[in-house]
């Protein structure tokens, strides 16, 4: 500190942390615009419409096990049937892009945006914004290990880490909370559809039959998509409680078990058409999105 310092009481250490402050400023309204971008946004819309074909995928794949065929109802299946397509190669990349893409503009959202709201709403929906980000980084995980030549069986890998989580320290304890909150997800998905709340995050179309459409789309879509998370945290939470984590095995097998019930076939029938509805609605929704 100099001679002028000590005599006026001032120090450089609050424009110093001015400055800072200012900086960190900066780099944060930087990132913002970058994740703000128009070419981030048309990319990270492609995303949606990636869930959604994947989603029809599994759908279909439900539809054929009900009707005693084989295939493998989840993600890891979904993309598998990519992989195997002709362009393989191009749609996995291009698919890895876009779902890479929308979890960056579902994370700034949890950053950067709802400052305006009151506190418990701005963390509500921040930690919705969030979770999304989660979600399209899974996907973005799965779709890079099929491109890079290192997908596997889904529902193995499913059983293996169930069984390695539940002898780890409070492996059990976590677990049950997993599959609890998979579960508790699935009923929100379906209320979510019931109540058309997703209606608000989209520009509706004008006109009313389309309109309707969308609407439709979207409420049995949702709940179709409710139904199958509640029965892959059911799973989790039965395979714990059992401690057998190798029941424990995803979508898939969880679909495959409903096939064994008293009527299964036809609810698997069903939960198969109405996640086809819903990866119709989510390519509906790359458009529509309110970003």
Avoid at 59 to 66: H, S, T
Avoid at 205 to 229: D, E, F, H, M, T
Wanted: charged share 15%; proline share 3%; aromatic share 6%.
């Amino acid at each position: 500190m100099n001679r002028a310092e000590l005599k006026s009481g001032r120090t450089t250490e609050p424009v110093e942390g001015s400055t800072i402050k200012r900086e960190l400023k900066g780099v944060a309204d930087a990132a913002e615009d970058i994740t703000n971008s128009r070419t981030l946004e048309l990319v990270a819309r492609a995303g949606f419409a990636v869930s959604g074909i994947l989603h029809l995928l599994i759908g279909l794949v439900a539809i054929r096990l009900a009707m005693g065929g084989e295939g493998e109802a989840d993600v890891s299946g979904a993309v598998a049937q990519l992989a195997s397509q002709p362009a393989g190669p191009v749609l996995l990349w291009s698919s890895f892009a876009a779902c890479v893409a929308l979890a960056v503009w579902q994370a700034s959202d949890a950053i950067f945006d709802f400052e305006h709201l009151p506190a418990k709403k701005k963390a509500a929906k921040k930690a919705k914004a969030g979770l999304q980000a989660v979600v399209y980084a899974g996907l973005a995980v799965t779709l890079f290990s099929f491109a890079s030549g290192a997908g596997k069986d889904h529902s193995s890998s499913t059983s293996d880490l169930t069984a390695s989580v539940m002898t780890a320290p409070g492996g059990y304890a976590l677990l049950l909370a997993v599959g609890a909150g998979v579960a508790i997800a699935g009923i929100v998905y379906a209320i979510r559809g019931f109540r058309q709340s997703f209606a608000k995050h989209l520009r509706l179309p004008a006109g009313q039959k389309a309109r309707s459409a969308v609407i439709i789309l979207g409420v049995v879509g949702y709940a179709a998509k409710g139904i199958a998370l509640l029965l892959v945290g059911l799973l989790v939470i039965i395979a714990t409680i059992k401690v057998h984590p190798e029941e424990s095995t995803g979508l898939d097998g969880g679909l495959k078990a409903l096939r064994d019930q008293p009527f299964g076939l036809y609810i698997l029938a069903a939960i198969g058409i109405g996640l086809i509805c819903y990866g119709i609605f989510m390519m509906v929704r790359a458009k529509l999105a309110k970003m």
